[in-house]
């Protein structure tokens, strides 16, 4: 896969548009009243004051230090760009603030210290301790990190870890266990190269040794040249692995080598070098943006390798996304008072156990595989499973408590996998696992406005990112004048004119195609035709006849105007009697899918029901169980009138279609969301102890309002509308929608092509064994 190239611009205008930066801090109680603000501030702030000045304990029941951590730098070694001080390191320190919220629902102040003095440093962040849960230290520069994480360790109370160090050696730790049992070597049997002997690599071979490996097999390199005993210029750390071999090159140590691993820099590594190294070899080239020695050159050397990089586009990915969050997330809910030997290798070994658990199908739709599974294109995580949290997490928590540093303790464990698991929805990551998706198999999508500055954006996003090759429809000389004024790069990128005397051929060839269908529909030959110079249909018939792939439009248009062309020439898939509107909005909750949102105004319980299958359908696609309210605004028949009672006729007819389908109502929105009190009023329901993830509404108005605030006023994402029901992917977009809301609908519109094609494939190999 090509490297993703990234515009500069972009860049910049995501930190500093709206509000600049990446975070915020949110209130999490009501602050909306008199009274709400004299609980939280004066006089009743100081109710819990005095409680916490009789035990200090309590500060962790009454404020948020128990989820709260720094990230703290001094921009000594920020990520590839070295020491670049506290200042500019902090959009990196946000980042990972960032990083921690997402993952593991832990919330971080970021802290850019304008130090290099150890003991300052040491100084400072000691004096921040009442403040926080948990330290993490980031990009600082060798030798200076080890002295400070060591200190902090032995005087503070609370967890610390440089993630720099420790991050890597955790998860590679894991891959290197597995890549070794799938190999049938012993870790203390084999032989080591690491080339790097910064903190990361000194982490690495200190786990390692910690795992079972031996010193004396190690043989390390700095930028100095190998490591050994007779060197004057090392740190005792480095003394512990000096060799006292002879070897003074790299290509020779790595004869007969088991392992190489790479902390270092980009292709210092030959082919001939891994040619030389033992039976089923062992690399973890983990420099980045540029590996040690590239993937390809690698597996061409020897198909027998078993290869692991920093980066996300080869097979083995060896991300400190899969240890920091969880690792952290599994001290702060036991209180501990460090991150210990046990604690790290307590996460080495639930990584290392969760790459052998079958997969679910949630992963393998994100990174677009069939079947994952334990094999030598697969020896650690993904950093999109879901499951991470709950599998790391608690180990980390158990051995907190088994090796003694746990100030509190779970009793019950299985209450405790649940609170992980709401923390963040198991469904949270379903955006992003779209896009993923998208990227891994890109699809030709036609833009049908392309003649807008938004969409223009929008395609040089989703070109850039490699989530589709976009095709631009309309006046090329317009469109390129429109992206020269804007500095928008579309020089690689399809544009066709439709009016244009080149396509005038492909025009006629069209509107005869479309005759064909709608010659007994209103339309006569010449009106066929002459149809095909409008954008839409002209689009619409590129994806019917299999030169795109989707169509995306709608922006500036009225949405029968787009959905129009769209059925006359595409149509509806096998089956379908109508064509719905769904929307996707990803709230706090997990996504919600919300339908019909954009083209039956008042349907009957019929329609409605043949709506909720069709949701259903689309739900699944996405690899999750469809529970669902069909809301109105009465419960369960406490109101008589014909629009309480269709909603209820209409669920006795999607249950008659599907006895399997969790789906209740009619049922008030807010009751859906509501377990405590839907329990105790109607025990009987079948959402009771479930999850809401889809609503159907009665009518158009009311799902049409319904997202507009969740998306406008509660300010979450949305996704749509994704038109369902289509034999071929069309998607409207809403008028105005943003450059993301259009970037967001070209995934969904890829992922939709992506199956289409594969259920169409399928199909027509089922009919040709039929003919046969």
Same mark, same amino acid.
């Given at each position: 896969?090509?490297?993703?190239?990234? $515009?500069?611009?972009?860049a910049?205008?995501?930190h500093?548009?709206?509000?600049?930066?990446? *975070?915020?801090?949110?209130?999490?109680?009501?602050?909306k009243?008199?009274?709400?603000?004299s609980?939280?501030?004066?006089?009743g702030?100081?109710?819990?004051?005095?409680?916490?000045?009789?035990?200090?304990?309590?500060?962790?029941?009454?404020?948020?230090?128990?989820?709260?951590?720094?990230v703290?730098?001094n921009?000594?070694?920020?990520l590839?760009?070295g020491?670049?001080?506290?200042?500019?390191?902090?959009?990196?320190?946000?980042?990972k603030?960032?990083?921690? #919220?997402?993952?593991?629902?832990?919330?971080?102040?970021?802290i850019?210290?304008?130090?290099?003095?150890?003991?300052?440093?040491?100084?400072?962040?000691?004096?921040l301790?009442?403040?926080?849960?948990?330290?993490?230290? =980031?990009?600082?520069k060798?030798?200076?990190?080890?002295a400070?994480?060591e200190?902090?360790?032995?005087?503070l109370? *609370?967890?610390?870890?440089?993630?720099d160090?420790?991050?890597?050696?955790?998860?590679?730790?894991?891959?290197?266990?597995?890549a070794?049992?799938?190999?049938?070597?012993?870790?203390?049997?084999?032989?080591?190269v690491?080339?790097?002997?910064? %903190?990361?690599?000194?982490?690495?071979?200190?786990?390692?040794?910690?795992?079972?490996?031996?010193?004396?097999?190690?043989?390390?390199?700095?930028?100095?040249?190998?490591i050994? #005993?007779?060197?004057t210029d090392?740190?005792?750390?480095?003394?512990?692995?000096?060799?006292?071999?002879?070897?003074?090159?790299?290509?020779?140590a790595?004869k007969?080598?088991?392992?190489? *691993?790479?902390l270092?820099?980009?292709?210092?590594?030959?082919?001939?070098?891994?040619?030389?190294?033992?039976?089923?070899?062992?690399?973890?080239?983990?420099?980045n943006?540029?590996?040690?020695?590239?993937?390809? %050159?690698?597996i061409? %050397?020897?198909?027998?390798?078993?290869?692991?990089t920093?980066?996300?586009?080869?097979?083995?990915?060896? $991300?400190?996304?899969?240890g920091?969050?969880?690792?952290?997330?599994?001290?702060l809910?036991?209180?501990?008072?460090?991150?210990?030997?046990?604690?790290?290798?307590?996460?080495?070994?639930?990584?290392?156990?969760?790459?052998?658990?079958?997969?679910p199908?949630i992963?393998?739709?994100?990174?677009?595989?069939?079947?994952l599974?334990?094999?030598?294109?697969y020896?650690?995580?993904?950093?999109?499973?879901?499951?991470l949290?709950?599998?790391v997490?608690? %180990?980390?928590?158990?051995?907190?408590?088994?090796?003694?540093?746990?100030?509190?303790?779970?009793?019950?464990?299985?209450?405790?996998?649940e609170?992980?698991? @709401?923390?963040?929805?198991?469904?949270?990551?379903?955006?992003?696992?779209?896009?993923?998706k998208?990227?891994?198999?890109p699809?030709?999508?036609?833009?049908?406005e392309?003649?807008?500055?938004?969409?223009?954006?929008?395609?040089q996003?989703?070109?850039?990112?490699?989530i589709?090759?976009?095709?631009?429809?309309g006046? =090329?000389?317009?469109?390129?004048?429109?992206?020269?004024? $804007?500095?928008?790069?579309?020089?690689d990128i399809?544009? *066709?004119?439709?009016?244009?005397?080149?396509?005038?051929?492909?025009? @006629? @060839?069209?509107?005869?195609?479309?005759?064909?269908?709608?010659?007994?529909?209103?339309?006569?030959?010449?009106?066929?035709?002459?149809?095909?110079?409008?954008?839409?249909y002209?689009?619409?018939m590129m994806?019917?006849?299999?030169?795109?792939d989707?169509?995306?439009?709608?922006?500036?248009?009225?949405?029968?105007?787009?959905?129009?062309?769209?059925?006359?020439?595409?149509?509806?898939?096998?089956g379908?009697?109508?064509?719905?509107?769904?929307?996707?909005?990803?709230?706090?909750?997990?996504p919600?899918?919300?339908?019909?949102?954009?083209?039956?105004?008042?349907?009957?319980?019929?329609?409605?029901?043949?709506?909720?299958?069709?949701?259903?359908?689309?739900?699944?696609?996405?690899n999750?169980v469809?529970?669902?309210?069909?809301?109105?605004?009465?419960?369960?028949?406490?109101?008589p009138?014909?629009?309480?009672?269709?909603?209820?006729?209409?669920?006795?007819?999607?249950?008659?279609?599907?006895?399997?389908?969790?789906?209740?109502?009619?049922?008030?929105?807010?009751?859906?969301?509501?377990?405590?009190?839907?329990?105790?009023?109607?025990?009987?329901?079948?959402?009771?102890?479930? =999850?809401?993830?889809?609503?159907?509404?009665?009518?158009?108005?009311?799902?049409?309002?319904?997202?507009n605030l969740?998306?406008?006023?509660?300010?979450?994402?949305?996704?749509?509308?994704?038109?369902?029901?289509? #034999?071929k992917?069309?998607?409207?977009?809403?008028?105005?929608?943003?450059?993301?809301?259009?970037?967001n609908?070209?995934?969904?519109?890829?992922?939709?092509?992506? @199956?289409?094609?594969?259920?169409?494939?399928?199909?027509?190999?089922v009919t040709? #064994?039929?003919?046969?």
């Amino acid at each position: 896969m090509a490297r993703k190239k990234l $515009n500069k611009q972009d860049a910049l205008d995501y930190h500093s548009q709206g509000r600049p930066g990446k *975070i915020e801090v949110v209130p999490t109680k009501n602050t909306k009243t008199q009274w709400d603000l004299s609980l939280a501030y004066s006089p009743g702030v100081a109710e819990p004051c005095k409680e916490i000045h009789r035990d200090v304990e309590n500060v962790y029941k009454y404020t948020a230090k128990g989820n709260l951590v720094a990230v703290i730098s001094n921009g000594t070694a920020v990520l590839g760009l070295g020491d670049i001080g506290p200042e500019a390191g902090k959009p990196v320190m946000e980042g990972k603030g960032v990083l921690f #919220k997402i993952f593991a629902d832990i919330d971080v102040f970021d802290i850019e210290l304008n130090t290099r003095d150890v003991d300052e440093f040491v100084q400072v962040v000691k004096a921040l301790e009442p403040t926080f849960g948990g330290i993490n230290l =980031e990009d600082i520069k060798s030798p200076e990190c080890f002295a400070i994480e060591e200190r902090l360790k032995k005087e503070l109370k *609370i967890p610390i870890m440089h993630d720099d160090q420790h991050g890597t050696a955790i998860i590679s730790g894991a891959a290197l266990l597995n890549a070794l049992e799938l190999v049938k070597k012993k870790i203390e049997k084999v032989k080591f190269v690491v080339n790097g002997a910064g %903190a990361a690599a000194m982490a690495c071979v200190k786990l390692y040794v910690a795992l079972g490996a031996k010193h004396e097999n190690f043989i390390m390199f700095d930028k100095n040249g190998v490591i050994n #005993k007779s060197r004057t210029d090392l740190t005792d750390m480095h003394m512990q692995f000096a060799t006292t071999s002879k070897i003074t090159e790299l290509g020779v140590a790595m004869k007969g080598a088991d392992v190489f *691993i790479g902390l270092s820099v980009g292709n210092v590594v030959t082919p001939e070098m891994i040619k030389g190294m033992a039976k089923q070899p062992i690399v973890f080239a983990m420099a980045n943006p540029d590996p040690e020695i590239a993937y390809e %050159a690698a597996i061409a %050397a020897r198909p027998d390798i078993i290869f692991a990089t920093g980066r996300s586009d080869h097979p083995n990915q060896v $991300n400190n996304v899969l240890g920091f969050p969880y690792i952290f997330r599994g001290a702060l809910d036991v209180r501990a008072t460090q991150i210990n030997e046990a604690m790290k290798l307590a996460a080495v070994r639930a990584l290392a156990d969760l790459a052998k658990e079958p997969v679910p199908d949630i992963v393998n739709l994100a990174y677009n595989e069939r079947n994952l599974y334990f094999s030598p294109n697969y020896i650690i995580p993904k950093p999109l499973d879901p499951r991470l949290l709950c599998m790391v997490a608690p %180990a980390v928590a158990r051995a907190a408590i088994d090796s003694g540093v746990a100030q509190k303790r779970i009793e019950n464990w299985e209450a405790y996998y649940e609170e992980l698991n @709401h923390r963040l929805g198991l469904d949270n990551q379903l955006f992003r696992i779209i896009g993923n998706k998208a990227r891994k198999d890109p699809r030709k999508v036609v833009f049908a406005e392309a003649d807008n500055l938004k969409v223009l954006k929008a395609a040089q996003v989703v070109r850039d990112e490699g989530i589709a090759h976009p095709i631009l429809l309309g006046d =090329e000389s317009r469109i390129r004048q429109l992206a020269d004024d $804007n500095g928008i790069e579309i020089e690689d990128i399809e544009i *066709i004119d439709p009016k244009s005397e080149e396509m005038s051929a492909k025009r @006629h @060839h069209f509107g005869d195609l479309f005759f064909q269908k709608r010659q007994r529909k209103g339309f006569n030959k010449y009106e066929a035709g002459k149809i095909m110079r409008e954008r839409n249909y002209f689009g619409c018939m590129m994806v019917e006849t299999g030169e795109a792939d989707a169509l995306i439009s709608g922006l500036t248009r009225k949405y029968p105007d787009t959905i129009r062309p769209a059925l006359q020439v595409i149509g509806m898939e096998e089956g379908a009697k109508r064509v719905a509107g769904m929307y996707i909005i990803n709230t706090k909750r997990g996504p919600l899918f919300l339908a019909d949102t954009t083209v039956n105004f008042n349907p009957t319980a019929e329609e409605i029901a043949e709506i909720t299958m069709m949701v259903a359908k689309e739900v699944r696609l996405f690899n999750m169980v469809p529970r669902i309210a069909m809301v109105s605004y009465s419960n369960f028949g406490s109101s008589p009138t014909p629009e309480a009672q269709l909603m209820s006729k209409a669920r006795d007819l999607v249950k008659k279609m599907d006895p399997t389908l969790v789906v209740d109502g009619e049922i008030q929105a807010a009751m859906a969301f509501n377990q405590e009190i839907l329990k105790d009023s109607y025990p009987f329901s079948e959402l009771v102890g479930e =999850e809401v993830n889809t609503l159907i509404f009665p009518n158009l108005s009311a799902g049409n309002i319904a997202y507009n605030l969740l998306q406008e006023v509660a300010g979450f994402d949305a996704i749509g509308p994704v038109l369902l029901g289509m #034999k071929k992917p069309v998607h409207i977009l809403q008028l105005g929608s943003t450059v993301r809301q259009i970037v967001n609908m070209v995934n969904i519109a890829v992922v939709d092509a992506q @199956h289409k094609c594969c259920h169409s494939e399928a199909t027509a190999g089922v009919t040709k #064994k039929k003919r046969k």
